[in-house]
């Protein structure tokens, strides 16, 4: 019987190093994941983007404004007399006002040019700003002609600044549409000018 509990002894250290190397393989493989971890690591970044807002509006009484934006739905100009009645020489006058909405979040460069029937042939039209809303032959050019088919300036330009808040719409630009009669100009003949004022944001 002691040869056999003798016997035993040796085995029972045996298991526990075998035990004692497992647990500690155990504990080192623990180890070395934490350490890989440390060594990966992520950022993020991010951002939201939001377009600005545009918006071009005219009015033909130069006080109440809406959008005209197809020739389809062109605001009809008011002519002074004799608009329906025109002779030689005659000069007929019409406001326009022009301005960026609320809300706009850049100044504008306005293009201004023409589609019509008769006009050069009988007719000759100039475009040009005035300080303040009317369109008479008493009215004087502000600036330079904006645009015209008799003073050589074909289609023109002006600048559009929109409001400093964006709560309210920028500064009116008021236009005088000047056109007169063709000393030849042909009896009966029916004409029509339609103007583009194309805004561009700067």
């Not at 500690?24 to 939201?48: H, K, R």
């Not at 005659?90 to 504008?108: K, M």
């Not at 009988?122 to 015209?148: H, R």
């Not at 005088?176 to 009896?187: I, M, R, S, Y």
Request: aromatic share 8%.
């Amino acid at each position: 019987m002691t040869a056999i509990i003798e016997d035993q002894k040796p085995r029972n250290r045996g298991s526990r190093k075998i035990a004692a190397v497992l647990a500690g393989g155990l504990v080192l493989g623990v180890g070395t994941m934490a350490t890989l971890a440390s060594w990966n690591d992520s950022e993020f970044a991010t951002a939201s983007f939001t377009a600005g807002k545009f918006i071009f509006e005219g009015a033909a009484d130069q006080a109440t404004f809406s959008d005209h934006a197809t020739s389809g739905g062109a605001a009809s100009l008011s002519f002074t007399t004799p608009f329906n009645n025109m002779t030689p020489n005659d000069s007929i006058y019409a406001g326009y006002a022009v301005r960026l909405g609320t809300g706009t979040t850049n100044n504008a460069t306005v293009t201004v040019s023409d589609t019509a029937t008769g006009i050069g042939a009988d007719y000759k039209y100039t475009v040009f700003t005035t300080a303040t809303a009317g369109c008479t032959s008493a009215s004087v050019p502000l600036a330079t002609v904006v645009a015209s088919n008799d003073l050589g300036v074909g289609t023109g330009t002006f600048a559009l600044a929109k409001n400093a808040l964006t709560t309210s719409p920028g500064a009116t630009t008021f236009l005088c549409v000047k056109v007169t009669a063709d000393a030849t100009l042909t009896q009966s003949t029916v004409s029509s000018l339609t103007l583009q004022m194309a805004a561009v944001s700067n």
